[in-house]
């Protein structure tokens, strides 16, 4: 596919410009014109037609997306054959950015997003997934790329190509060999190929939380490998370090959410979007003399193969053990040295075999 397409017309839609390219499809700025409105138009590459996993998981976004109706879920508007060799999925226009563009776009002018435009955005992130969720659908891959902004600067959630729905193991996991998410927003449980429940968009909606208020990620390292093997080893710096004015409550919704053992997250993406919204911006800052602490213990997780490896991100630092409480904070006191557990360095080359055949599959 290309830009060749401008002018054209796919079923009752004339394109009028192309939006964006990704892996798996092209999307276009298409206009209905029985209608006279402006939609998006997601149309997936010739060469998948004979992949069966990728074609499946398209025709399983169309599905999934045609069941939500949420102000802050992208509406779809059809689904059909284009020619011989390709799908498409017709889906409304939202006439702003994503964001991933928005934040880029403030980190360049040296700028980040203030914590209302944080709180907000995330709130409404979280009421989204509260629907999807109470629909039985976890989204698998909440990051800034996957948020539209519209005019008013409302969040609007996107791309539903990996959702899972509760009870189906027939859409547990992809077919392509690689772990299911992206490695920068990628939970514990993910990280080590557990398929995970509604609480792998919580903790992927923190990492967000975090980004978005400290204006860096939590875990960032050279590699994919790296990041993950953070997100299951090492404890979330305290946003407060990189922006002091972040609320101390704000601060342990971030850390209750990026809880490496699932049962001390917010036990719903509701119970989450409650806790944003009472969260006070004039109450005291969580660099007023607070340090949380905690008493040491390790996650347990299984493994599974399989996800989208996505993202490369900066300087790789050492991995550690993480020390978990009941309410998913850290301590302030290192841990005496313990010996390293073989299931460590079993998940360390469970974790590297998944990314590489994540990578050769791309």
């Known amino acids: 596919m290309s830009d060749t397409l401008t ?78 060799n390709s799908y498409y999925l017709v889906m409304e226009f939202i006439n702003g950015g994503t964001l991933k563009e928005m934040l880029d776009e403030r980190a360049a002018s040296g700028e980040g997003l203030t914590l209302q435009e944080s709180i907000r955005i995330c709130t409404e992130v979280a009421d989204a997934l509260a629907y999807a969720h109470r629909l ?9 790329g996957n948020i539209m902004l519209d005019d008013s600067g409302k969040a609007i959630l996107t791309d539903f190509g ?14 392509t060999g690689a772990l299911i998410g992206t490695p920068a927003y990628m939970s514990p449980e993910q990280a080590l190929g557990r398929p995970g429940d509604e609480r792998v968009d919580i903790y992927a909606l923190g990492v967000l939380l975090f980004q978005m208020v400290a204006n860096k990620l939590p875990f960032e390292a050279d590699t994919p490998l790296a990041v993950v093997m953070k997100h299951v080893n090492e404890q979330p710096p305290l946003p407060m370090e990189f922006n002091p ?21 917010f036990a719903t993406a509701k119970e989450m979007a409650n806790a944003l919204r009472a969260v ?16 040491p213990s390790s996650p347990t997780l299984s493994s599974s193969p399989q996800a989208t490896v996505a993202h490369d991100t900066t300087p790789a630092t050492t991995a ?42 791309l």
């Open 7 to 84: 002018g054209k017309t796919i079923g009752k839609y004339k394109i009028v410009t192309r939006l964006g390219k990704g892996g798996m499809a092209e999307v276009y700025k298409g206009y209905q014109e029985n209608l006279d409105r402006y939609v998006a138009i997601k149309l997936m590459h010739t060469f998948l037609i004979t992949e069966e996993d990728f074609l499946q998981r398209f025709m399983r976004e169309a599905k999934a997306m045609a069941r939500l109706r949420h102000p802050n879920i992208v509406r779809i508007y059809d689904f059909d054959v284009y020619g011989e």
């Open 136 to 144: 039985n659908m976890i989204h698998r891959d909440i990051k800034p």
């Open 162 to 175: 990996i959702v899972k729905l509760v009870g189906d193991q027939s859409m547990a996991h992809t077919a």
């Open 245 to 265: 004015d972040v609320p101390l409550d704000l601060q342990e919704i971030i850390l209750k959410a990026l809880a490496k053992n699932p049962d001390d997250r």
């Open 280 to 295: 006070n911006l004039d109450g005291p800052s969580a660099a007023a003399g607070f340090m949380p602490a905690t008493t």
């Open 320 to 361: 550690v053990s993480p020390t978990i409480s009941d309410t998913g904070t850290r301590t302030a006191v290192s841990a005496p040295p313990k010996k390293r557990s073989p299931w460590l360095f079993a998940g360390i080359g469970l974790i590297a075999l998944i990314i590489i055949g994540g990578i050769l599959a």
